[in-house]
């Protein structure tokens, strides 16, 4: 066997790891922006192959079996649509996107936690009206006392958002890589600047 040959063969794998789809319903739009909806390379070849998904972008790279030659997927739709959920899961994450990231006291960006603006030991519930973002100084700060004792107010008061709203709120916060294929269907529904 050539050496050539068993060098691209064992790096290659590796490399169309590189090659995510952009996963869009049926409606042409991204089952979530933030975590943007990604599959691998396999899973959209896969899906194509059990007709489960249009083909609408490529990359340059082929995959190849004995019989067969496929440009990967760079951007797959979904041929039944999926109802988006409406309920919006209390999570960590879904918290910090509700608060954009930002500390609710000081707005600093880093080291987040999540604080009971009325505290637990005071009876405050873990909510999304009691939960809000906090960078760690802003916590330790608060400690356990109310928002009056500590001398700290809110930004904005805490709420349950909407399945909506988070979903628009992800928009504006785009993943470190997005292939030139996928601009065209992330933000196709954003307004034009006049």
Not at 107 to 113: E, V
Request: glycine share 6%; net charge positive; hydrophobic share 40%.
């Amino acid at each position: 066997m050539d050496g050539d040959f068993r060098t691209e063969f064992v790096r290659e794998p590796g490399a169309l790891k590189q090659h995510p789809a952009l996963v869009l319903n049926a409606d042409y739009r991204p089952l979530s922006y933030y975590p943007l909806s990604l599959w691998a390379w396999q899973d959209a070849i896969k899906a194509a192959w059990l007709d489960r998904v249009d083909i609408v972008a490529e990359y340059d790279e082929v995959v190849r079996s004995p019989s067969t030659e496929i440009r990967i997927p760079s951007v797959v739709v979904l041929k039944d649509y999926v109802k988006p959920q409406k309920r919006v899961a209390f999570t960590r994450f879904n918290l910090f996107l509700r608060d954009g990231f930002h500390c609710q006291y000081c707005g600093s960006k880093g080291d987040l936690t999540f604080d009971h603006v009325v505290p637990r030991a005071a009876g405050g519930v873990t909510s999304w009206e009691n939960v809000v973002a906090a960078c760690a100084p802003c916590n330790l700060r608060k400690g356990s006392k109310s928002l009056r004792r500590a001398g700290m107010s809110l930004r904005k008061p805490p709420r349950r958002p909407q399945a909506e709203e988070l979903r628009n709120t992800g928009r504006k916060f785009p993943p470190n890589h997005l292939h030139e294929s996928w601009i065209d269907f992330l933000y196709w529904d954003t307004e034009l600047d006049a």
